[in-house]
């Protein structure tokens, strides 16, 4: 239930006209309340004057949208409202031209002096769009814009006014920043093509602007080498925490001039680098030599916990990429890397299993030789999985039926998903057995079983085979029952079973940053 003083501060902002006269009289602690029920309630106007007038150094939006004593709400896991975010965009510049038009000395600025906007706790809605929400690419565009617009403003207004001020001791150098002043927006950024210039211009600016764009997650998607490697040289090595890039198609020889950018980043904790075509089936001399490049910056990482390196073709290369690792990785993506039996056995035994809570092996055929090594990785991280993916992997009854013994033992596991693999409904069935004896366990993601599908199914089956072939409703309306009375036996009726990908599991569920 929402707290008194929440009930409170909703009457306040209920009228703009009246909490804008009344800010100035606030007590500065309430205003972190002020400014999220005036979030929540979408009430641009006041949302706009509480960030001008905000009293701390900081603006942390984890901090103040999160689930808290005076709202039931977890804002901050919600998709993030298009015009509140607007109307924060909107504050700051006010704030920011207030300052820089009334030209007040630090002193007279110390008790409230905005330095900092943390925006990286919002989430970004994925998939699903609406006109009410704003997604990470949609928000990156607005923060670059309106760095870049300060900027602009920023320079007109000291040119104009700079003749008026020289010589009273007050002027700023043309072209100059007053540090004191300036205010950093810290983001987490989506770039693409057609963003780049737009957010490479607002980081280029950053050294000399009011406001300063600062990246800790970077994702781009479907950029060169060369535009790749201009972005990185222009984040804050401090701030930076997290490095994907997604869709490049750079390959060893492309990614050869990015690699030594990662050291650079010392707070780094996640890298991701999937889709990136990535191959060392067949290396020639020269992709050898990008090979240990990369192997090179793996090995200068120091804090590295989360590696995603799906779709890379990286067959008997694993012990060098992971060995030089320095931190024991909690996180691990290898889906559709060829894997052979001494990167599993090698993955089972090193110092990374024991540590892992997170392990994606979906498109590596664990149905013959793989089968045994994969057993012992789930043994050897049964005290930490929390998340196994395991999609597409060929995985048949009898496969099953040999892991799930070492399944039983993850005793962490909240997700698993065994979907697209060629199982009956009785290998559902032992699998949904095994699932209720899991203390913590929340979603099963599973396939539909081969024993719904309508005759001539083609044996084993491929994934375009259970796309090809229609499903008997009926039988899988039964199967539907048998599982949901297994759950209902075992007083586990929390666990989510579904046919469907599931997206809603957050990796920051898992706690890795």
């Not at 979030?39 to 009293?55: A, S």
């Not at 799906?310 to 894997?339: N, T």
Request: with cysteine; glycine share 4%; net charge neutral.
């Amino acid at each position: 239930m929402h707290s008194l003083v929440f009930f409170c501060a909703q009457k306040v902002i209920s009228d703009h006209a009246s909490t804008r006269k009344a800010l100035d009289y606030i007590p500065r602690e309430i205003y972190p309340v002020l400014f999220k029920a005036a979030f929540l309630d979408i009430r641009t106007l006041v949302l706009r004057d509480v960030v001008q007038r905000w009293p701390f150094s900081i603006l942390n939006f984890s901090t103040i949208l999160k689930r808290c004593k005076h709202c039931d709400r977890d804002v901050i896991r919600e998709k993030p409202n298009k015009q509140c975010l607007q109307a924060v965009i909107m504050g700051v510049k006010d704030y920011l031209m207030n300052e820089l038009r009334q030209n007040r000395t630090p002193v007279s600025r110390k008790h409230r002096l905005l330095r900092v906007v943390d925006l990286t706790g919002l989430q970004d809605d994925g998939d699903r769009q609406d006109a009410d929400t704003i997604g990470q690419w949609s928000r990156t565009v607005a923060l670059a814009k309106a760095c870049i617009d300060i900027s602009r403003t920023s320079k007109r207004d000291e040119y104009s006014s700079s003749k008026r001020r020289k010589g009273k001791g007050g002027a700023l150098l043309d072209g100059a920043c007053d540090s004191q002043m300036c205010v950093e927006i810290h983001a987490n950024l989506f770039i693409t093509s057609n963003s780049y210039t737009t957010v490479r211009d607002a980081l280029q600016i950053g050294k000399t602007s009011l406001l300063c764009l600062k990246c800790r997650d970077l994702r781009a998607e479907e950029l060169s080498a060369k535009k790749t490697v201009s972005i990185l040289e222009l984040l804050d090595p401090v701030v930076l925490r997290k490095i994907e890039l997604r869709y490049n198609n750079l390959g060893l020889s492309g990614l050869n001039a990015v690699f030594p950018y990662f050291p650079i980043f010392g707070n780094l904790i996640s890298l991701k680098l999937p889709y990136s075509n990535i191959d060392v089936r067949h290396m020639t001399p020269e992709m050898e030599e990008s090979f240990q490049s990369m192997v090179a910056a793996f090995s200068q990482l120091p804090n590295v916990k989360e590696l995603n390196l799906a779709s890379s073709r990286l067959s008997g290369r694993i012990r060098e990429l992971l060995s030089v690792l320095q931190k024991p990785l909690e996180s691990l993506e290898l889906a559709y890397c060829y894997l052979l039996p001494t990167d599993a056995t090698y993955l089972a035994t090193s110092h990374h299993a024991p540590f892992l809570r997170k392990l994606d092996l979906s498109g590596n055929n664990l149905s013959d030789v793989l089968l045994g090594p994969f057993c012992q990785i789930l043994q050897h991280s049964s005290t930490s999985l929390v998340y196994l993916d395991i999609m597409e992997c060929r995985v048949m009854d009898r496969q099953l039926t040999s892991f799930l013994p070492a399944l039983r033992q993850c005793s962490q596991l909240q997700y698993f998903s065994c979907f697209c693999n060629p199982i009956s409904s009785q290998g559902l069935k032992a699998l949904l057995h095994t699932a209720v004896l899991l203390p913590v366990l929340k979603i099963v993601v599973h396939p539909i079983p081969v024993d719904c599908y309508e005759e001539g199914l083609p044996w084993p089956p491929s994934t375009y085979d259970l796309i090809d072939y229609s499903i008997d409703q009926e039988k899988l309306s039964r199967v539907d029952a048998e599982l949901n009375e297994i759950r209902l036996k075992a007083v586990r009726t929390d666990i989510v079973t579904t046919v469907e990908l599931y997206n809603d599991f957050s990796l920051d569920m898992l706690q890795l940053y």
